[in-house]
Structure formats: structure tokens, C-alpha cells
Nanobody, 123 residues
């Protein structure tokens, strides 16, 4: 399994950004895809997760209502649409995958990880 994250960059507070994660290497119909982030000096934290079908999604309280996870099956790509960005959203964002249908929040519950993409939100 390979996960390739992209789309990070510098954005002003209140702005929007869309991250992409291209997935390859197998059929993901029975996988959960997740987004995590890690700010400097902090532990990696859960952001959002979705079953491949999109039928079940889960969000961290800190991003609920501002971020949306979605999956384009035809492109084998997972997106994280981020809006109303805040300086505290600054972090390296990672996409991850786990087999099964449970949208777990523990990073240890994910089997595969992408390389991360940096999001910087200026105030």
C-alpha cells in the first residue's frame, strides 16, 4: 500500500485548503482512511476518518464543522477540505489507512501511512 499526501501550503487564518491523498497498491473497499496531524512539539492527533464508501465518517471535535473528509473512488484519492483555518491548525498532516470498517481515532490503529504534508496557517 502506498499513500501520497499533497496539497499543503501557507494560508491566512480564515482561509481554506484542500489536502489530497492518492492511495494505491490494493483495493480499498474494506478500508478506513484517516487524516492525522502533528504540530511541532506535540503528539500526533486524529483529525478525521471515513470508510471507503463514505458511509461512516468521524471528526475530531476541534475540526468538526470546518473540515470535511471525502473519497473519490474513481481516482482512489482521499481529500480533506479544510475551511475557516486557524493558526492552531498548523501542523504536518498525514493520511493513513487501516483494514476494516471501524473509524478509530488511535494512530496505532492504522496500518499504513503517507509521508505528510505541511500546513501553515498565519494569523
Amino acid at each position: 500500500v502506498q499513500l501520497q499526501a499533497s496539497g499543503g501550503g501557507l494560508v491566512q487564518a480564515g482561509g481554506s485548503l484542500r489536502l489530497s491523498c492518492a492511495a494505491s497498491g490494493r483495493t480499498f473497499s474494506n478500508y478506513v482512511m484517516g487524516w492525522f496531524r502533528q504540530a511541532p512539539g506535540k503528539e500526533r492527533e486524529f483529525v478525521a476518518a471515513s470508510t471507503w464508501s463514505g458511509g461512516s465518517t468521524r471528526y475530531a471535535d476541534s475540526v468538526k464543522g470546518r473540515f470535511t473528509i471525502s473519497i473519490d473512488n474513481a481516482k482512489n484519492t482521499v481529500y480533506l477540505q479544510m475551511s475557516s483555518l486557524k493558526p492552531e491548525d498548523t501542523a504536518v498532516y498525514y493520511c493513513a489507512a487501516r483494514s476494516g470498517l471501524l473509524t478509530v481515532v488511535r494512530s496505532s490503529g492504522y496500518d499504513y501511512w503517507g509521508q505528510g504534508t505541511l500546513v501553515t496557517v498565519s494569523s
